[in-house]
């Protein structure tokens, strides 16, 4: 009661006093914004970022230089705020000068509606490369319910159809395995999930003899668990389907379900997991561990499945150990129809960077969020795009991107933290001076209009014929095939969703409240069912998620998500 009567006081004296002095307007300073000039500290509100305080290292020097300023990154998903972070920042009427966020379940339009953040249009002038992207602006001003620039979206993409897929040489989710172990047992066939299991325990039994190590096939935790358990989630991406909410839908809309559907996608996984728990497959620190530690024993050789790309890969997959024939592949599983994103030109507009309302220098931050953009940007910044041009990579006689000898290193060997950053780049070690607000502005996949070729240099002609041990005898087996994409259209084995510019809506609040409740029992309900006992204690485990599920309300919930899920495919269907 004391809050409302608080809140209400509050609102009553700014809008009393918004005539007078401007309270809470969208565009801060007027639109000349004059530019003191001087070194500025600028607080970024970081939805996705892993890393919270001061940028370090040779990004920061990067963006020093080019535009006096060092930022200071104000990351939820570190501190442990959360929701209640953005909340009372929210509250206190100055999110941060520069905001990262999601923009569905209307927050761009409370943004919008609140003046937390402040509408581009009176700084654009000059900005080539978010002029380049004013669909990307368009597309977010339908979220906002107001005319204007209030950000732009993650992932847009240039030179590219929605219809290829958007992940470049690897799908995010697949069967990645230690390709050394499954060679050494002899390249078994594997013609179903169960018989995928049997290679594992094959694998296991055989890396254990190799190495002394508690090597385990299967290693699993709890940092991203949501709605469901995001291990079970992501790996039925291996089979078409995308998660919205508590269901699932096919990459081309065919069918969707969901994780209270009767022997269903995710009810299937569980049940995969459970029996290879029950095969001694299944790492049994899997409850407790965080992202780190699981890191930690990919690079130690302690796993050998890695269900994303980004987890086993950049860990192994080093130049050495591929001289050597080690590393993560891709499986041949039979049954695989492996999830792929569409490229979406205007952006994921889910995900969006917007300018504070509060900043000072206004002019200064947009010109900074366009040089996100631009291709030297987006080099300098995006994971898997190419780096620093002369440093890390440059071109050749033919006008062909092309790795420098250190950069080749740099970027493929994740093993050696301690690699310090060149003399006049920067200081400290080159992993730590990363661009730490892991956001992604420009799909690195696709084309970057200075070369002709992707951002990424794992499309780059150049490394493309690059060849190593560990990618010859894969090939051999794969048809050919020089990277995992390139495998899985071959084998016809790759559902890609078309890309379109999509964001869910506002949820109402007793709808949200539910979901909360219900993607606690189902979350808690899927771990006790992967580490079941018994075949008959897993079904036991289901049944009561079902019923618990079921009892709070979960209907509600499948109506909603369904209704996401159908408009999201009618956008698809018109790109057809």
Request: proline share 4%.
């Amino acid at each position: 009661m004391k809050a409302r009567r608080l809140g209400a006081i509050v609102a009553a004296l700014c809008a009393a006093s918004m005539a007078l002095t401007g309270c809470g307007s969208s565009t801060g300073s007027s639109a000349t914004d004059a530019d003191d000039g001087k070194l500025m500290t600028v607080d970024v509100f970081d939805s996705p970022a892993n890393y919270a305080g001061i940028q370090k290292g040779w990004w920061a020097k990067i963006i020093k230089d080019r535009f006096n300023i060092r930022l200071n990154i104000i990351a939820p998903q570190v501190s442990g705020g959360g929701e209640t972070l953005f909340d009372t920042r929210s509250a206190a009427g100055n999110l941060g000068d520069i905001i990262i966020t999601n923009t569905d379940n209307g927050r761009l339009a409370k943004l919008v509606k609140s003046h937390l953040i402040a509408d581009m249009t009176p700084y654009l002038s000059g900005m080539k490369w978010l002029n380049r992207y004013k669909g990307s602006a368009k597309a977010l001003e339908s979220l906002a319910g107001k005319r204007g620039v209030w950000g732009y979206a993650s992932q847009v993409a240039s030179g590219v159809k929605p219809t290829q897929p958007s992940e470049g040489a690897e799908p995010n989710a697949a069967p990645y395995i230690r390709w050394d172990y499954y060679r050494e047992i002899g390249y078994p066939a594997i013609p179903d999930m169960d018989s995928f299991l049997n290679v594992l325990k094959q694998m296991q039994d055989r890396a254990r003899q190799d190495t002394g190590k508690k090597v385990y096939a299967l290693s699993l935790f709890k940092d991203w668990d949501g709605a469901a358990m995001n291990n079970a989630s992501s790996i039925a991406g291996w089979f078409g389907y995308w998660a919205q909410g508590s269901a699932f839908v096919k990459a081309d809309g065919s069918d969707k379900q969901t994780v209270l559907t009767k022997k269903g996608i995710y009810q299937k996984i569980l049940a995969w997991l459970q029996k290879a728990n029950s095969m001694g497959l299944v790492d049994p620190d899997s409850t407790t561990q965080t992202w780190d530690q699981l890191g930690s024993k990919v690079q130690d050789g302690k796993v050998l499945v890695s269900i994303w790309r980004y987890l086993g890969k950049p860990r192994m997959n080093t130049p050495s150990n591929k001289k050597k024939g080690i590393g993560f592949m891709i499986a041949p599983l039979q049954t695989m129809h492996v999830y792929s994103a569409g490229f979406t030109p205007n952006g994921i507009i889910s995900q969006a960077i917007c300018l504070g309302a509060k900043a000072k220098n206004k002019r200064r931050l947009v010109k900074f969020i366009n040089w996100l953009y631009s291709p030297e940007g987006v080099n300098d910044s995006v994971g898997y795009a190419g780096g620093i041009k002369g440093l890390v990579w440059k071109l050749n006689k033919k006008g062909q991107p092309e790795f420098t000898h250190w950069g080749y290193i740099a970027s493929n060997d994740s093993s050696n933290p301690n690699r310090m950053t060149p003399k006049g780049y920067g200081t400290g070690p080159w992993r730590e001076g990363v661009c730490q607000l892991n956001f992604t502005s420009v799909n690195p996949w696709s084309i970057n209009p200075d070369t002709g070729e992707a951002y990424s240099a794992q499309l780059w002609t150049t490394e493309l014929k690059r060849t190593d041990p560990l990618l010859e005898d894969w090939s051999k087996h794969m048809l050919g095939a020089k990277t995992d994409i390139q495998y899985l259209e071959k084998a016809h084995k790759i559902d890609v969703q078309p890309g379109v510019s999509f964001a869910a809506p506002e949820e109402d609040s007793q709808i949200s409240a539910v979901r909360s409740q219900i993607n606690n029992t189902i979350v808690s309900a899927s771990w006790k069912s992967v580490f079941a006992k018994s075949k008959s204690a897993f079904n036991s485990e289901i049944n009561k998620m079902i019923e618990n599920g079921n009892g709070l309300g979960f209907p509600n919930i499948q109506k909603v998500d369904y209704q996401v899920i159908d408009d999201h495919v009618a956008l698809q269907n018109k790109l057809k």
